[in-house]
Nanobody
């Protein structure tokens, strides 16, 4: 029984930074994937970043729109995945969701089994 809880959303100026956190509980198997998705009003849910954990190591995947600006990482001791967002742009404004699944398919939102409640990120010009 997996539960995901997000935190860290807020409102920032363009060019600013924000760090989102996703704490997962109940995960006892590998491989597994934790991903970040976002959804703006009137738009489809969009893949942002993911980390795939194999036990011996992890792989990371980023959408082209956030490469070089966002960094996904994991603190194993705290069972928490972070999304560090730098150089934020107004187009980054969206509700951000943390999602989890067994396996290693990272980009398709339909493949994820568990979802957090979402956290709002607003970037002003």
């Amino acid at each position: 029984q997996v539960q995901l809880v997000e935190s860290g959303g807020g409102s920032v100026q363009a060019g600013g930074s924000l760090r989102l956190s996703c704490t997962a509980s109940g995960w006892t198997f590998t491989p597994y994937t934790v991903g970040w998705f976002r959804q703006a009003p009137g738009k489809e849910r969009e893949f942002v970043a993911a980390i795939i954990w194999y036990g011996y190591g992890a792989n990371k995947d980023y959408a082209d729109s956030v490469k070089g600006r966002f960094t996904i990482s994991r603190d194993n001791a705290k069972n928490t995945v972070y999304l560090q967002m730098n150089s934020l742009k107004p187009e980054d404004t969206a509700v951000y969701y943390c999602a989890g699944r067994t396996g290693s398919n990272s980009r398709s939102h339909a493949s994820y089994e568990y979802w957090g409640q979402g956290t709002q990120v607003t970037v002003s010009s």
